[in-house]
């Protein structure tokens, strides 16, 4: 990975607890069910979620990845839609396997088959970029028509959270930039073009950014943490790429550029992006002023700079 100096580093984002952290009764429970006892756990970092993520490395020399999170906390339906996805997903979509799921004795765990690889560098002219583009595009092919028939569609899920724009309006932040303040108006009504058009075909992943991609020695791309699954437009899973490929270097006619020639790029409706945009900017703008949650003190920095990448791309998209 190129080092990214100006904000926190990939694994720089939730509080992980350790492995050790899960009651002794509950490991061995997992030792069990996994036929070969915890050799040893190391904690893997990246994404937001404040549970024991872990690599476990198993007395037979299995690897394994584990996530965990008690049963009562805010973001265990995640969690629990994780496992219930990851179950059903098609043989040809590159997910690492389920191998456990429990949701017992006031925790919910997910075993995965471990994936050995490394995140993606989406800076310009990193040849991660077409791969992961090309990669994003194929796995939303396969997943159309949507192969899970209880996912909630993109617009009871998206669409009353990714906005913020009309409650920026009704009450703007002293510090809201002057750009956004002289456009609040036009924002609300931008925001709200692309809820009309949240709907789709297909089974949208719903959380594609680095973190949540690995690609491995030979090079595939492996996309994991499938905690936020929907249904919804094909251009939602390739299109969410671009505020990460702005954030990793690119001017926002380059991050476009790099999505050029895809079939669910070219076909999206104009008015559509340019919407989703700006309920993203809006979404960011909006979340980045809230206090941390608990265990996570890094997302509000990253919502910020997420913020002012979907700013930028808005702004390229309207002229304004
Ligand atoms: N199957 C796996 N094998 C190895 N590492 C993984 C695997 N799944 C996820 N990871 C790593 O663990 C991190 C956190 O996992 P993720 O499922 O994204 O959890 P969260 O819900 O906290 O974002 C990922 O960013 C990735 O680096
Ligand atoms: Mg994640």
Redesign the pocket.
């Known amino acids: 990975m190129t080092e990214q100096p100006d904000h926190p580093p990939?694994g720089a984002t939730?509080g992980r607890p350790p492995w050790e952290r899960l009651p002794s009764a509950f490991r061995e429970l997992v030792d069990d069910s996994l036929d070969s006892p915890v050799a040893s756990a190391q904690v893997?970092?990246?994404?937001?979620?404040p549970?024991v993520?872990a690599?476990l490395i198993l007395t037979n020399g299995t690897r394994v990845?584990v996530?965990a999170l008690p049963d009562d906390h805010l973001l265990a339906h995640?969690y629990r839609a994780e496992a219930a996805t990851s179950k059903a997903l098609p043989t040809g979509v590159p997910a690492?396997r389920l191998r456990l799921y429990r949701d017992a004795e006031g925790w919910v765990l997910l075993v995965?088959?471990?994936?050995e690889?490394r995140?993606p560098d989406l800076s310009p002219g990193s040849p991660d970029v077409p791969a992961v583009a090309a990669a994003v595009e194929a796995m939303t092919e396969s997943l159309t028509p949507c192969p899970l028939p209880d996912v909630p569609s993109a617009s009871t899920i998206c669409v009353p959270m990714i906005h913020g724009w009309d409650e920026l309006a009704a009450d703007p932040p002293a510090d809201l930039g002057a750009w956004e303040r002289d456009n609040l108006p036009l924002l609300v009504e931008l925001e709200a073009a692309w809820a009309a058009r949240a709907d789709g075909p297909a089974l949208v992943h719903g959380d594609i950014r680095p973190?949540?991609l690995?690609i491995t020695a030979h090079e595939t791309v492996v996309v994991?943490?499938w905690?936020k699954p929907r249904r919804g437009n094909q251009w939602r899973d390739l299109t969410d790429l671009i505020p990460h490929l702005i954030m990793a270097g690119h001017i926002p006619d380059a991050a476009e550029r790099a999505l050029h020639g895809l079939q669910f790029w070219e076909s999206a409706p104009a008015e559509a992006i340019t919407g989703y945009a700006a309920a993203y900017a809006g979404f960011w703008t909006r979340m980045s002023r809230k206090p941390d949650p608990p265990g996570v003190p890094n997302l509000r920095a990253y919502q910020r700079r997420a913020a002012g990448a979907a700013l930028a791309w808005t702004r390229f998209r309207t002229g304004w």
């Open positions: 990939l939730a893997q970092q990246g994404g937001f979620t549970g993520a690599r990845f996530k995640r690492p995965f088959d471990d994936v690889g995140h973190d949540n690995l994991v943490d905690a």
